[in-house]
């Protein structure tokens, strides 16, 4: 048997390792509080409920990554608190965040997480994390797809200039 071959929790985590969960879970916990504002902001209904899906979603995250860390004696980076509820008619209209520009952000963030999940996954050498971020791409991936196609019914999606290809006949 070779090194590092047993059960992965008795593995120690290597200092990428440790730098990079750090970092999500920092991330995730910025993630959270930024949603939480974003509700506050959203007018759209389907909108509401993607924002709810994303919090959730990154608050489990967050347990699965503190308990890895955890084990692991690693201090965990703060977490901001929680925002409150507002009613998104108290907002200014110049002062609140369009629907349009929070889907965006929101797919932003989805892919930015799916980059972090692969980097992650090629620089792990414990089978754990690299199990364990390849299952939060693929609920990264779904619900980046419930994202896209809530933009393209909303028509909300800004293409970039479409690319014809042009043939001589």
């Known amino acids: 048997m ?17 730098f990079s969960l750090w970092s999500f879970l920092q991330t995730s ?25 994303s919090i959730s979603q990154c608050q489990q995250e967050i347990k699965q ?5 955890k084990e692991n004696g690693v201090g965990l980076p703060p977490t901001p608190p929680e925002r409150p509820k507002a009613n998104v008619e108290d907002i200014p209209v110049g002062a609140r965040f369009q629907d349009q520009e929070i889907a965006a952000s929101l797919s932003m963030n989805i892919a930015a997480g799916l980059v972090t999940c692969s980097q992650i996954i090629g620089q792990s050498i ?3 994390i690299a199990m364990l971020f390849g ?8 619900l980046g797809g ?20 042009k043939t001589e006949e």
């Open 2 to 18: 070779g090194i590092l071959s047993g059960n992965p929790q008795n593995e120690p985590l290597h200092y990428g390792e440790v």
């Open 29 to 53: 916990k910025g993630y959270v509080a930024a949603y939480q504002t974003q509700l506050n902001h959203a007018g759209d209904h389907d909108l509401h409920k993607v924002l709810e899906e």
């Open 65 to 69: 990554v503190e308990t890895v860390l």
């Open 126 to 128: 414990r089978e754990d």
């Open 135 to 142: 299952q939060f791409h693929v609920e990264k991936a779904t």
């Open 146 to 165: 419930k994202v896209l196609r809530l933009n393209k019914e909303k028509g909300w999606l800004i293409p970039p200039p479409l690319h014809h290809s």
